[in-house]
């Protein structure tokens, strides 16, 4: 997955268990949240939540969600960056695994210069 530095980016994901079962009760969590950084045990450098409308549950019992980049999130970075999900409901938390619109599994995001100036 990737996307260019300074624009604004929707990102359709698929989510599923540690089982590989898709995940069809995203509309019960109270929180879900995106965190993408420089390493696993980095601070994030963008951080999304449900609960801010920046990951969007459109259709919760598809698996699917929407993770809303905006372009100042991204405007100063290039590289390659860790991606993950936690969905979180009351008395559990589960850090899921990701597919993009192709059906690919990916832990990282790479963010690659914006070549117009």
Known sequence: MWIKSGNDANLP???KDKDNSIVTNLASANEIICQIKTS???NPTI???MT???ILVDDPSTGYLKIIIDASDTVDLNGIFQI???IQWTGNKQEINLEDENGE???TIQITEHTIK
Do not use: R, Y
């Open 13 to 15: 994901t698929l989510c």
């Open 40 to 42: 696993k045990d980095a």
């Open 47 to 49: 951080e999304k939540k």
């Open 52 to 54: 801010d409308s920046e």
């Open 84 to 86: 993950a999900v936690e």
């Open 105 to 107: 599994k990916f832990e």
